[in-house]
């Protein structure tokens, strides 16, 4: 081989290689990305929401009159007796201070008793004093009967005088009786605040037991104090009679029905608790929220299930986190939710990694639970889906999964 040969041959290796490299460089490289395969098995649906404990029957011990409530003796979650404990005791309030005006009218009105008194007791000497004339009279009268010195007639106008003084005498001493009454009232509008303490015991309280057999939930009253008729002093229930309440959004509670099955997880436990939904109330309320967007909220009332001593830890407005189901399957075709898009029409679709290549693939999905979706058609068990799919990736595009 001349050294022209070798020359010609040295410089088509080069220009080849330096090709190959060039191609090498240009090709596409497959795009780095993130598959999942899609796996069968049970899913779960559930209206999620906060909730709170409550005693299912709170009895509220009110004040059936205006009066000083004592201090109570009863701490919170104290053991009561149906008709036996006493809770509460009232007693009169002190009365009220009086203005100047008050003081003397309250003084001349004692002063015009005092009078009437006397006037009274005049009266009673003035009638005791005619009874004992016609007494008298009476009694000469029946001495000149005897001999026949005066009529029937006369003895019985003595007779008759007789008992209209002694029943004038009777009504000048239930006058006179009145008016000491009277005396006695007018004195009591005098009596102040400070006389009133110096005479603890002098009456009667009104002694407040326990509705019902339970435990000391809140004291809402429980130093002395002046209270008004009707005003709260105890409330009193069962610990042991827990429901659970939960205030969800009125879209959510559409799908909630009596019956379903409850996931109760977030109240200190180590195991979450079962129960079932017993009521979804009727009637919705407004509820602000934290980000101050107004909300139309309702009550769903969840009764615990199970052995009671699970969440005998548990008391009256505790948090709790609710979970209801309103769906469930044992197997069930899943994907992540991150991987889905819309397509052109609409529907759902995803990227398949078929031998390394993305394939777009329209599916129909079913139900969805946190990041879990149902695929129902256009997908089989084990298939490997991308996970989160940017711009870069279209069909036909080849992918790797990323290191």
């Not at 404990?85 to 009220?96: C, G, K, L, Y």
């Not at 394939?359 to 996970?387: D, F, K, N, S, W």
């Amino acid at each position: 081989m001349t050294a022209m040969h070798k020359r010609i041959v040295f410089w088509a290796l080069a220009l080849a290689l330096l090709a190959a490299a060039i191609t090498w460089s240009l090709r596409p490289r497959p795009v780095l990305v993130d598959l999942a395969p899609a796996t069968r098995g049970p899913l779960v649906v559930t209206a999620d929401e906060e909730g709170r404990t409550r005693v299912r029957e709170v009895f509220v011990v009110s004040a059936p009159v205006m009066g000083r409530a004592r201090r109570t003796t009863l701490d919170v979650g104290d053991a009561v007796v149906a008709g036996r404990t006493v809770v509460a005791e009232i007693e009169p309030s002190d009365p009220a201070f009086l203005d100047e005006r008050a003081r003397a009218e309250a003084r001349a009105d004692v002063a015009a008793a005092q009078a009437a008194l006397a006037l009274a007791a005049a009266e009673v000497d003035q009638a005791k004093a005619e009874l004992e004339f016609a007494q008298s009279e009476l009694a000469r009268a029946r001495r000149l009967a005897a001999t026949g010195t005066i009529s029937d007639q006369a003895i019985d106008e003595a007779q008759r005088v007789f008992k209209t003084r002694r029943a004038a005498l009777t009504t000048a001493q239930a006058g006179l009786r009145v008016r000491e009454h009277s005396l006695e009232r007018a004195r009591s509008r005098l009596t102040t605040p400070v006389a009133a303490a110096t005479r603890p015991g002098e009456c009667e309280c009104v002694m407040l037991t326990a509705p019902v057999t339970g435990r000391v939930l809140q004291i809402h009253h429980e130093s002395e104090g002046v209270v008004e008729a009707g005003a709260a002093l105890v409330s009193i229930g069962n610990p042991g009679e827990l429901e659970v309440v939960s205030e969800m959004l009125s879209t959510e509670a559409v799908r909630v029905r009596p019956g379903m099955r409850v996931i109760i997880e977030g109240w200190g436990g180590e195991a979450p608790l079962a129960g079932v939904v017993a009521r979804v109330e009727p009637y919705g309320f407004t509820k602000i929220s934290a980000l101050g967007i107004e909300e139309q909220r309702v009550n769903v009332l969840v009764n615990l299930t199970g052995d009671p001593s699970a969440w005998a830890d548990l008391g009256h407005g505790f948090r709790v986190d609710v979970r209801v189901v309103v769906w469930e399957s044992g197997d069930a075709l899943t994907v992540p939710v991150t991987a889905l898009f819309r397509d052109d029409g609409g529907g759902w679709a995803l990227f398949v990694s078929d031998g390394g290549v993305a394939r777009r693939r329209p599916i129909t999905v079913g139900r969805r639970a946190g990041l879990q979706v149902q695929v129902t058609r256009g997908l089989a068990q084990g298939e490997q889906v991308v996970v989160n799919p940017t711009d870069a990736i279209a069909d036909g595009v080849a992918v790797a999964t990323r290191g």
